[in-house]
């Protein structure tokens, strides 16, 4: 596509419940990358994606959340257990190579009620 | 840990003044720094990316530089329009040995150019 896709764009859900998120990077990219961003802070690192596989997942606050990349392009960060914590915007980016400049989504907004 | 830095938080200004948002980084072994905007409740786009061997880059009304050995950058906005109003974030690209990579952001300029 000719952008990064993310779907939903909002989503409130209620503490305790399991939520996907998806991202659609632009076709090509082999990078993919998820940022959470809370309010008045600049986007925070939790994954990055080359190809397949997880590059690195250091970024992950806890083992409640999850990210795959099955097929090399569309990616599902996954969270158990919501707590109202992890309200905010998740963003999804992707690039051409490691190095690269990014091209971000328009983010989804979870609200964890 | 890298961190970034940017100063000043908010910055109103009257339409037409010329400005400069500043950036600074703590670890200087940065790949590549790039400048985004943020309008309020978007996502993030990108304005500016500078190589860590490049000192600076220009589009249009807008110039970004690059001081590695001072852990510095500035974006500097020409002649600022209402349109301009947003928030501009910096962010710094690192490279690990592990094949990893990740941008670390600074908190943004919140900018308001008045009519």
């Known amino acids: 596509g000719a952008g990064v896709s993310q779907t939903p764009s909002n989503k409130v859900t209620e503490k305790g419940k399991y939520v996907e998120l998806r991202c659609d990077p632009i076709?090509?990219?082999?990078?993919l990358y998820w940022y959470r961003q809370s309010l008045g802070q600049g986007p925070e690192f939790l994954i990055y994606?080359?190809?397949?596989?997880?590059?690195?997942d250091s970024g992950l606050p806890n083992d409640r959340f999850f990210a795959v990349r099955p097929e090399g392009s569309v990616s599902t960060l996954k969270i158990q257990r919501t707590e109202r914590g992890d309200s905010a915007v998740y963003l999804c980016?992707?690039?051409?190579?490691?190095?690269?400049?990014?091209?971000f989504g328009s983010g989804t907004r979870l609200t964890v009620v | 840990k890298q961190e970034v830095t940017q100063i000043p938080a908010a910055l109103s200004v009257p339409e037409g003044e010329n400005l400069v948002l500043n950036c600074s980084f703590t670890?200087?072994?940065?790949?590549?720094l790039q400048w985004f905007r943020q309008d309020p409740g978007k996502g993030l786009t990108s304005l500016l990316l500078?190589?860590?061997?490049?000192r600076e880059q220009t589009s249009g009304r807008l110039n970004a530089s690059l001081d590695k050995s001072s852990g510095r950058s500035t974006l500097y906005i020409a002649a600022s329009q209402p349109g301009d109003s947003a928030t501009y974030l910096c962010?710094?690209?690192?490279?690990?040995?592990?094949?990893?990579?990740?941008?670390?952001f600074g908190k943004g300029t919140k900018l308001t150019v008045n009519p």
């Open positions: 962010a710094a690209l690192l490279l690990t040995q592990g094949g990893s990579e990740k941008l670390v």
């Open positions: 994606f080359q190809g397949t596989g997880a590059a690195d």
């Open positions: 500078i190589q860590s061997s490049q």
């Open positions: 670890d200087s072994a940065i790949y590549n």
């Open positions: 980016a992707s690039s051409p190579t490691r190095g690269w400049g990014y091209t």
């Open positions: 076709s090509g990219h082999t990078a």
